[in-house]
Every structure is written in structure tokens, then in C-alpha cells.
Nanobody, 120 residues
């Protein structure tokens, strides 16, 4: 079993910054991708940023140039540095990891979510 624990959400004014963290623990042999998604009421969960084991990253167009994803492989932790925040960034942010824990192959896991609120 694998657990993802997120932290770092909160309330910030427009133009401000927040840093989200997500630590994976449990039966982990390898993690090939970790990412951040966000969701607002009535909308589908959308990809914000993803980073694969080799370090390649991909971002949603709406956050390019403002958000930076990084990971510490030794700690099985992924970070999302969010700068120049806008009210439209307000959402619940979820961490996702694609984990190899045993013979079943890679499986996807989700964190419980952390709320980010950006006031105008």
C-alpha cells in the first residue's frame, strides 16, 4: 500500500506564492512519474504539471512560466512552486504518483488533496 500526503495549501493574495509538497510512503520500489492536478466544483480534474523520473516536465498552458514542479527522488517527494498566483488558480490540488510496489506493475495513487485559495 502506498500513501501520498500533501501539504502547503492555504489562502494567499493574488500575485503571491505558495509551495505544495507531496510525500509518498509505503511499499515503493520505483516511481516513474509524479504530478499535480487540480479540481474546482463542477469541473473535471485537470493536469497542472507532471515530472517523470528522468526529470522531464510538462505543464498546463495556464501555469507555464508561473509554476515549477520538482522532485526529490531520495525522499519520494514532489513539489509545486506556485508564483504569481491568480484567483483562477483557486482549486483543490491533488498529488498523483505512478508507483511500482511489487509484481502488479505500476499503479497510480492519489493524495487526499490540499486547498489553494487565491483572493483578488
Amino acid at each position: 500500500q502506498v500513501q501520498l500526503v500533501e501539504s502547503g495549501g492555504g489562502l494567499v493574495q493574488a500575485g503571491g506564492s505558495l509551495r505544495l509538497s507531496c510525500a509518498a510512503s509505503g511499499r515503493i520500489l520505483s516511481i516513474n512519474a509524479m504530478g499535480w492536478y487540480r479540481q474546482t466544483p463542477g469541473k473535471q480534474r485537470e493536469l497542472v504539471a507532471i515530472i517523470i523520473s528522468g526529470g522531464s516536465t510538462n505543464y498546463a498552458d495556464s501555469v507555464k512560466g508561473r509554476f515549477t514542479i520538482s522532485r526529490d527522488n531520495a525522499k519520494n517527494t514532489v513539489y509545486l512552486q506556485m508564483n504569481s498566483l491568480k484567483p483562477e488558480d483557486t482549486a483543490d490540488y491533488y498529488c498523483n504518483a505512478n508507483v511500482l510496489g511489487g509484481s502488479a506493475g505500476y499503479q497510480g495513487y492519489w493524495g487526499q488533496g490540499t486547498q489553494v485559495t487565491v483572493s483578488s
